[in-house]
């Protein structure tokens, strides 16, 4: 599997060491970029994002979690991102234009449910997405506890996907540790995306290297 470690796990106070750890271990970054209005919390963003692009040597993953997210694909692009989530309880009946206005910038396109969204709210966009993202928690916070039932949703996308004949990524946000990283494997996982398990652990870049041979 691909990791793809959350920087909002790292120490804010020594961003330029983490991004080191990350540019050594990490398969792309992922950004967690919210408003306070999709979810009730705020994380950083463009003056994060920007100091950042120069020095990230790995593909950077930015999640919105934000109302409109149409707004920033463009400046997104600018600065090198190479793939957007945007959360489909956000987007609505603009998904499929957001899809291609990111694709379009030439980013791949990801879509994002939270748990409590039908994972089959997803196969609309399946053969149009270049990845899913299926929470294993609720949008908002790091640190939370992996939600099991995670893994029959990541199962049955993965089946629909094959069915169609399709190929996109599927990507999985949340709780994600040695604990729960094979089973995401088996379920069809290809990107995990850990916060709290990377950056908490002794050795960042052996709980990275873990994940992904898990
Ligand atoms: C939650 C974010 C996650 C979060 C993951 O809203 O989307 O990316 O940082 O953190 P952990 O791995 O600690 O759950
Ligand atoms: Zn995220």
């Known amino acids: 599997m691909l990791v793809a470690p959350s920087l909002l796990a790292a120490d804010f106070l020594h961003l330029e060491t983490e991004v080191g750890k990350l540019n050594s271990g990490a398969d792309w970054i992922h950004l967690d970029v919210m408003d306070g209005t999709f979810v009730p ?25 934000v109302v409109h997210p149409e707004r920033w694909f463009k400046r997104l692009s600018e600065l090198g991102v190479s793939c957007v989530s945007f959360h489909l309880e956000a987007a609505g009946r603009r998904t499929s234009a957001n899809i291609r206005e990111i694709q379009g910038l030439g980013m791949k396109a990801g879509v994002v449910i939270n748990p409590d969204v039908p994972v089959q709210k997803l196969y609309p966009y399946i053969g149009k997405a ?36 399709a190929t996109a990524l599927i990507e999985v946000d949340g709780g994600v540790s040695a604990a729960n990283a094979a089973a995401l494997r088996e379920a069809g996982a290809d990107v995990v995306v850990a916060g709290s398990s990377v950056f908490k652990s002794q050795d960042p870049v052996a709980a990275m290297q873990a994940l992904r041979e898990a």
Not at 139 to 164: P, T
């Open 130 to 165: 270049d990845f899913f993202l299926i929470m294993s928690v609720f949008a908002g916070f790091g640190g939370q506890k992996f939600i099991y039932e995670s893994l029959d949703r990541v199962a049955a996308l993965r089946a629909e996907i094959q069915k169609r004949g």
């Open 41 to 65: 919390n705020i994380s950083f963003g463009f003056s994060v994002l920007e100091a950042l692009a120069p020095v990230a040597k790995k593909p950077m993953d930015v999640h919105l979690m």
